[in-house]
């Protein structure tokens, strides 16, 4: 025993070592991973790659969608759910031997069978309701998800919107401090706005990314989520497009509770009587509604007025970027007009993030 024990020390100590080796150059990594010390430069394309191998709601969401989408054997779904609703096992109820006993002593073994026979019925029930609860799950993780990614494209498009006007601040020439005060005290005022401004947006890159970069620059590519500054009259009534993933989100969660009211068929009775329906009455049965008007007009009404606003927000700021065409700051009056254009394109951004939800041919 005394020499078993004198092996197992050395070897926990070697363990220890070992693992605190590989546990120390993860460690290592991670501290060049955040760059404590200096910019990273990431393009657009790289930063949705990153994002979603960083960012923890996102993962989440993610190993939530794969679990709910899992397609399950059907065998081995009624074999769990039988241990809970049958009382004999499923394959006893169609044993040979069990319904040769049941034809002997009909009197005990006959009602046996009968009670496990009804309870299919629940059983099939159960295993519907569980796959309503998959769907349910899934819609919910993939709306995470693309709500993780539509806060990083209005990370990036913020980022951009800053750092071009802080440049514009920086690189103009600064207006004369002897002749304008208010005008110098005004220029200063914006500049340390917008350099507020980007130590808030900072932040945010940060917890979005769950890394404490000293800065981040983000280089444009053609990877981003659509502007819509070209498109005036999209076909907003296209359903396949517009508001599909929340539409989802209610019909599944409408329709899993209607079936959990329904009363339970034995398996096989509803696809029997629709088919007899078909052919009867030559077409099949049309599904019920199942949202009512108020909820479908709400939908309608936040899809329309996110993009009503959207639209007056690039009008409003292309007409003032036409009309302030100069790069110096030489009055208040463009220092308030540059502030105004900053705002209105800031709007933009924050309507056009809705829209990026509701519209479908992202993600595709």
Request: glycine share 4%; proline share 5%; with cysteine.
């Amino acid at each position: 025993m005394l020499s078993f024990s004198g092996c197992v020390q050395p070897h926990v100590t070697e363990s220890v070592a070992s693992v605190s080796v590989l546990e120390g150059r993860r460690y290592a990594k991670e501290v060049e991973a955040q760059s404590p010390f200096e910019t990273v430069e990431i393009r657009w394309s790289e930063a949705e790659d990153l994002m979603e191998k960083r960012n923890r709601a996102f993962i989440a969401a993610h190993l939530s969608y794969q679990q709910a989408t899992q397609k399950k054997p059907l065998v081995s779904e009624l074999t769990s759910e039988a241990k809970n609703a049958v009382s004999a096992s499923f394959g006893g109820v169609l044993n040979p031997d069990a319904l040769l006993r049941s034809l002997a002593a009909p009197a005990t073994e006959l009602p046996k069978q009968l009670v496990s026979l009804g309870k299919l019925k629940d059983l099939s029930h159960q295993i519907e309701k569980s796959a309503w609860e998959n769907a349910a799950a899934s819609v919910d993780a993939e709306i995470k998800m693309r709500e993780e990614k539509v806060k990083l494209h209005r990370l990036l498009r913020i980022g951009e919107l800053i750092d071009t006007e802080l440049g514009r601040t920086e690189n103009a020439p600064p207006p004369p401090s002897a002749s304008e005060p208010k005008l110098v005290g005004a220029f200063e005022a914006w500049r340390a706005s917008l350099r507020s401004e980007r130590e808030k947006w900072l932040a945010e890159v940060r917890d979005l990314f769950d890394a404490e970069y000293h800065d981040v620059h983000f280089v444009r590519d053609d990877s981003g989520l659509p502007s819509y500054r070209d498109a005036s009259h999209p076909d907003l009534g296209e359903w396949q497009r517009w508001c599909r993933l929340q539409r989802s989100m209610e019909l599944v969660r409408e329709l899993g509770k209607a079936h959990e009211k329904s009363k339970p068929a034995i398996p096989g009775t509803a696809l029997i009587s629709n088919k007899f329906a078909d052919m009867t009455q030559g077409e099949p049965a049309k599904p019920a509604t199942v949202r009512n008007t108020g909820s479908v007009r709400r939908e309608v009404r936040s899809l329309v007025q996110s993009w009503r606003m959207m639209k007056e927000a690039q009008q409003k700021a292309g007409r003032l970027e036409t009309a302030e065409q100069a790069a110096s700051f030489d009055s208040i009056a463009r220092v308030n007009a540059r502030q105004k254009i900053f705002k209105l394109r800031r709007d933009e951004i924050e309507h056009t993030r809705v829209v990026w939800m509701l519209d479908e041919s992202c993600w595709q």
